[in-house]
């Protein structure tokens, strides 16, 4: 999606059209993330009454091969009485398909909402390199404090310092935290108090670090065999979220984007 600039090359060397383009394609990245996501929510819920039917069918056999198949005397002191012990065949079955179809759903959450994150996640840090490159100026106070070798100093002009120096602190932050960058935009850009681009929705740095370690969990596994709430909620959050940082960068550099790209190019 971003080309990467190995040394933030000058402006006058990257067009203002391959920003635009990389500006319109963080839009399409996202909408289309959270179209996907929303499809294969709906597909594996209309597909669910099947899935549980087949799932039945597959329990229903092995609950009648625990009953009948001598074989299980290996892995039970008393097949006939473990059956009986989750409340007869039937109990069973049911059982072991109600956890095959809560693994399924939750599956499904832990997906969107990771994908959801990671395209948030993406969007932040290219909207960071497009914010440095339309103006490498205004990164200059988080680049103050860092040391400059004196024999670059008498050999290279201030910009290419800037730019050597503004790459590698860009690099650095594409690996911190998420909260970090947006904080790092709010920085950049200095919206005006109450800034709400979006219709119905707000700016919440807490829900946004909630979710934060709410991604994190799930990845870790820290949340397995739990339930997940507001799904729907989340995700739409997350995805708002990013269009809230690209509005953003919108209100403050006045970068447009062609509307027939998407037609253009939008596909490749």
Not at 29 to 34: A, M, P, V
Not at 122 to 143: M, N, V
Not at 153 to 172: G, I, T, W
Not at 174 to 195: M, N, Q, T, W
Request: aromatic share 8%.
């Amino acid at each position: 999606m971003w080309r990467r600039y190995s040394a933030f090359d000058d402006l006058a060397s990257s067009t203002m059209s391959e920003t635009e383009t990389a500006y319109m394609r963080i839009f399409m990245t996202l909408t289309r993330r959270h179209s996907d996501t929303q499809t294969f929510r709906r597909l594996v819920s209309a597909g669910e009454p099947l899935a549980s039917a087949r799932a039945s069918a597959e329990d229903a056999r092995l609950v009648t091969a625990i009953l009948a198949d001598p074989d299980f005397d290996k892995y039970f002191l008393g097949r006939h009485k473990a059956v009986e012990f989750f409340g007869g065949p039937e109990a069973l079955r049911a059982s072991l398909t109600q956890d095959k179809v809560s693994t399924l759903r939750r599956i499904v959450d832990t997906a969107s909402i990771v994908l959801m994150h990671s395209a948030l996640d993406a969007a932040l840090t290219d909207l960071c390199r497009i914010a440095a490159l339309l103006r490498p100026s205004d990164w200059e106070p988080f680049l103050e404090r860092q040391q400059v070798p004196l024999a670059s100093v008498k050999s290279e002009p201030y910009s290419a310092l800037l730019n050597a120096k503004l790459n590698a602190h860009l690099d650095a932050l594409e690996r911190d935290s998420l909260l970090k960058r947006s904080d790092v935009l709010f920085a950049i850009c200095h919206p005006p108090a109450g800034y709400t681009p979006l219709n119905g929705y707000a700016w919440d740095r807490a829900e946004l670090e909630r979710l934060d370690g709410l991604r994190h969990d799930l990845v870790h596994g820290r949340l397995d065999g739990q339930a997940l709430t507001d799904v729907e909620k989340n995700i739409e959050f997350l995805v708002k979220t990013g269009l809230f940082f690209w509005s953003m960068l919108h209100d403050t550099y006045g970068v447009k984007v062609d509307p027939l790209w998407m037609l253009r190019d939008g596909t490749k």
